[in-house]
């Protein structure tokens, strides 16, 4: 249990640290799918209410474009515990959906620019998973970041054994080791 507890924990650590300023230093979607991986670490995070840049809108009627809150509510059905904020560049849907913690990110005219979905490893397309393990099959895959943009799909995998913790990029280019950590 105590390993079971360690294992979320370690994982859930980097994923909040990873999500704490996405927006505020992004200025193109383009940019999210990039190859250059350290520029996608720093998009991979964003504004939270926590770190002070990002403000919680309780009247959504007159804070969010029409727009916006109709494209989400046709895109993200069945969402629930939906929370938006404003960040710098539009605003940020905060929400869980079939079990999965989510962020959309709509510009300032109400466009939805990117999502990223947060999941266990065990919901990994079989095909991804299946190339992840072809090179790690004795590591773990506690958590996946799957980014979507502008038709594309980036998965950061973050994967653990006994003596590491690793994150890999992987998109139509192929896979992309892109962090490598020893536990001792």
């Not at 370690?10 to 990873?18: F, K, R, T």
Request: glycine share 4%; net charge neutral.
């Amino acid at each position: 249990m105590k390993k079971i507890i360690l294992i979320f924990a370690m994982g859930l650590i980097p994923c909040v640290a990873l999500i704490n300023n996405m927006y505020a230093q992004r200025s193109d979607v383009k940019t999210l799918l990039a190859k250059d991986t350290k520029y996608l670490l720093t998009l991979i995070e964003t504004d939270t209410p926590n770190s002070g840049s990002a403000s919680v809108i309780t009247d959504k009627s007159s804070a969010i474009s029409g727009k916006a809150i109709n494209d989400f509510n046709k895109v993200f059905k069945g969402a629930t515990a939906v929370s938006w904020y404003a960040i710098k560049d539009g605003f940020l849907a905060v929400f869980t959906q079939d079990n999965n913690f989510n962020r959309a990110f709509y510009n300032k005219k109400g466009n939805l620019n990117a999502t990223i979905t947060y999941y266990d490893g065990k919901k990994l397309p079989h095909d991804i998973r299946a190339m992840v393990k072809s090179t790690y099959y004795d590591y773990d895959i506690p958590y996946v970041e799957e980014v979507h943009a502008e038709g594309k799909v980036v998965y950061i995998i973050h994967l653990e054994d006994e003596k590491s913790w690793k994150k890999l990029r992987v998109s139509e280019d192929g896979m992309e080791l892109i962090e490598d950590f020893n536990k001792n």
